[in-house]
């Protein structure tokens, strides 16, 4: 218990932040911290609930009509469980490693940490190299894939403009979040995200039961093994979300609090998903295997129109989620993430928006393209990584006698948070990475196949066909002229 102590003293004494200590509370200051400066408990719970199921709540449905209805629910539970504990192995890690720093007087109140940062000081250049590498690229198509998201669901409002040209706005309109500082200023935008997601999801369930089932409708899956890889692969994806999970305990006021916040996100994330993605399966069967956005097969009406605005909205609040990291990682490496003029960071955060839009615009395949970055990407950067690094950390008995937290008692201590490991290494290696992957990149050449890069609306309905021209019986006969040049060419 002594020693617990002097860590908690050691932790807490460093952990809350100081930056308007002394300072007036006058009426802008308050309304600054209400709307904007959050790091509370409840912050992190609203980012972690917010970021994790974003658009693939709309793709969910489709990897239903892969997997069927039994198979969907289990692995979004077992998927959920599974992205808990892994999120946990960051946090136990994030604390580990904020606390050695700390205890050697290390000041991080004008530095954000970052997952390759954690790697670095408790493995060395080498964990970092590989976990910088994966998370980034993650990052960045989990940013494109909310730019594709975007202009596939503003399609189903206006069509007027093809989905390639929505992708062209919305990447300008996106790139408005490298103003947004740091994950202790998205107060509201979590709060309001969320908000926005359970409105889309009980919109879906609900009219979803309400149309009813669609004539013949049939519930088929799973027929071949590349669909239903491809669809575990996005539930891998779902409940992966948790790649920003060291930069949303950074900007908490004590981030040792952290620990089941996750866990709990997930529980709630799972009253979303799991009714919207049945329901909308079950109206509408086989159907959504052609229609990987589930708006595409609702009736249009003022509360789908509803939907759409808000999951936009959503949508541009999880590009700010999944870009800020990133803007770190440049800012680090061009050397200005301490600098104070948020104008010449957001100016420099720039470049990072480019590469993205111009993805976004070569592979718009909505759906697919989740599956894809699932089990080449999230399998190892929130699953493998994780748990190889949180063994590796703590492979000496000295080690694991001073971690400053220790694994749940309920579980079986080290032994058996070992044990997890070695299974979601395991099963992630094989079903995820391995299956998963063979099915995704099947499904996603595929795509590049059938509707090719660049392409310029991706599933979208064919163009009406002209209407038939009408015999006019009064018309007059042709001329014998007319008649030879018929004929004769």
């Given at each position: 218990?002594?020693?617990?102590?002097?860590?908690?003293?050691?932790?807490?004494?460093?952990?809350?932040?100081?930056?308007?200590?002394?300072?007036?509370?006058?009426?802008?200051?308050?309304?600054?911290k209400?709307?904007?400066?959050?790091?509370?408990?409840?912050?992190?719970?609203?980012?972690?609930?917010?970021n994790?199921?974003?658009?693939?709540?709309?793709?969910?449905?489709?990897?239903?009509?892969?997997?069927?209805?039994?198979?969907?629910?289990?692995?979004?539970l077992?998927?959920?469980?599974?992205?808990?504990?892994?999120?946990?192995?960051i946090?136990?890690?994030?604390v580990?490693?904020?606390?050695r720093?700390?205890?050697?007087?290390?000041?991080?109140?004008?530095?954000?940490?970052?997952?390759?940062?954690?790697?670095?000081g408790?493995?060395?250049?080498?964990?970092?190299?590989?976990?910088?590498?994966?998370?980034?690229t993650?990052?960045?198509?989990?940013?494109?894939?909310?730019?594709?998201?975007?202009?596939?669901?503003?399609?189903?409002?206006?069509?007027?403009?093809?989905?390639?040209?929505?992708?062209?706005?919305?990447?300008?309109?996106?790139?408005?979040?490298?103003?947004?500082p740091?994950f202790?200023?998205?107060?509201?935008?979590?709060?309001?995200?969320?908000?926005?997601?359970?409105?889309?999801?009980?919109y879906?369930?609900?009219?979803?039961?309400l149309?009813?089932?669609?004539?013949?409708?049939?519930?088929?899956?799973?027929?071949k093994?590349?669909?239903?890889?491809?669809?575990?692969?996005?539930?891998?994806?779902?409940f992966?979300?948790?790649?920003v999970?060291?930069?949303?305990?950074?900007a908490?006021?004590?981030?040792?609090?952290?620990?089941?916040?996750?866990?709990?996100a997930?529980?709630?994330?799972?009253?979303?998903?799991l009714?919207?993605?049945?329901?909308?399966?079950?109206?509408?069967g086989?159907?959504?295997?052609?229609?990987?956005?589930?708006?595409a097969?609702l009736?249009?009406?003022p509360?789908?129109?509803m939907?759409?605005?808000?999951?936009?909205?959503?949508q541009?609040?999880?590009?700010?989620?999944?870009?800020t990291?990133?803007?770190?990682?440049?800012?680090?490496?061009?050397?200005?993430?301490?600098?104070?003029?948020?104008?010449?960071?957001?100016?420099?955060?720039l470049?990072?928006?480019?590469?993205?839009?111009?993805?976004?615009?070569?592979?718009?395949f909505?759906?697919?393209?989740?599956?894809?970055?699932?089990?080449?990407l999230?399998?190892?950067t929130?699953?493998?990584i994780?748990a190889?690094?949180?063994?590796?950390?703590?492979?000496?008995?000295?080690?694991?006698?001073?971690a400053?937290e220790?694994?749940?008692?309920?579980?079986?201590?080290?032994?058996?948070?070992?044990t997890?490991?070695?299974?979601?290494?395991?099963?992630v290696l094989?079903?995820?990475?391995?299956?998963?992957?063979?099915a995704?990149?099947?499904?996603?050449?595929?795509?590049?196949?059938t509707?090719?890069?660049?392409t310029?609306?991706?599933?979208?309905?064919?163009?009406?066909?002209p209407?038939?021209q009408?015999?006019?019986s009064?018309?007059?006969?042709?001329?014998?002229?007319?008649?030879?040049?018929?004929?004769?060419?």
């Open positions: 218990m002594a020693s617990d102590k002097v860590v908690e003293t050691v932790v807490a004494g460093n952990y809350v932040e100081m930056e308007t200590e002394g300072k007036p509370k006058d009426l802008k200051t308050r309304l600054s209400f709307f904007w400066h959050g790091g509370s408990v409840y912050d992190a719970w609203f980012s972690c609930a917010s994790q199921v974003a658009q693939v709540l709309l793709t969910l449905p489709y990897s239903f009509s892969q997997l069927g209805m039994l198979s969907g629910i289990l692995f979004q077992f998927y959920g469980l599974m992205g808990s504990w892994t999120a946990y192995l946090s136990a890690l994030y580990e490693y904020r606390t720093k700390e205890r050697e007087k290390v000041d991080f109140r004008n530095h954000v940490i970052q997952w390759f940062e954690v790697l670095d408790l493995l060395g250049k080498h964990w970092r190299n590989v976990g910088l590498a994966f998370n980034c993650f990052l960045l198509f989990g940013s494109v894939i909310q730019l594709i998201a975007c202009a596939s669901n503003i399609y189903y409002i206006n069509d007027n403009l093809d989905k390639r040209t929505w992708t062209y706005i919305f990447g300008a309109c996106c790139a408005t979040t490298v103003f947004i740091s202790h200023n998205y107060r509201i935008w979590s709060f309001l995200g969320l908000v926005m997601t359970t409105y889309t999801a009980w879906l369930t609900i009219a979803s039961l149309h009813g089932q669609v004539e013949g409708v049939k519930h088929s899956a799973p027929t093994l590349v669909l239903y890889f491809t669809g575990a692969t996005n539930v891998l994806y779902t992966g979300g948790h790649a999970t060291v930069e949303i305990m950074h908490m006021w004590k981030p040792q609090k952290f620990k089941a916040i996750y866990l709990l997930t529980l709630y994330v799972l009253t979303l998903t009714p919207s993605a049945s329901a909308v399966y079950w109206a509408f086989d159907m959504l295997l052609n229609h990987s956005n589930a708006f097969l009736p249009r009406s509360f789908r129109d939907a759409v605005i808000l999951m936009l909205i959503h541009f609040i999880t590009f700010g989620f999944a870009c990291p990133l803007y770190f990682v440049w800012e680090k490496l061009i050397g200005l993430h301490e600098c104070k003029s948020m104008c010449k960071r957001a100016a420099a955060r470049p990072v928006v480019i590469p993205i839009w111009f993805l976004a615009i070569i592979f718009p909505f759906g697919p393209i989740n599956s894809a970055v699932g089990s080449l999230v399998s190892f929130v699953y493998i994780p190889l690094a949180y063994i590796f950390t703590f492979k000496s008995a000295a080690a694991r006698e001073n400053v220790q694994p749940p008692k309920y579980l079986g201590r080290w032994a058996g948070a070992y997890i490991n070695v299974f979601v290494v395991g099963w094989v079903v995820g990475f391995g299956f998963g992957g063979w995704s990149m099947t499904n996603f050449i595929h795509q590049i196949n509707f090719g890069v660049f310029k609306c991706y599933q979208c309905p064919p163009p009406p066909l209407p038939p009408l015999h006019n009064t018309a007059l006969p042709p001329s014998p002229a007319n008649l030879h040049q018929l004929h004769n060419p």
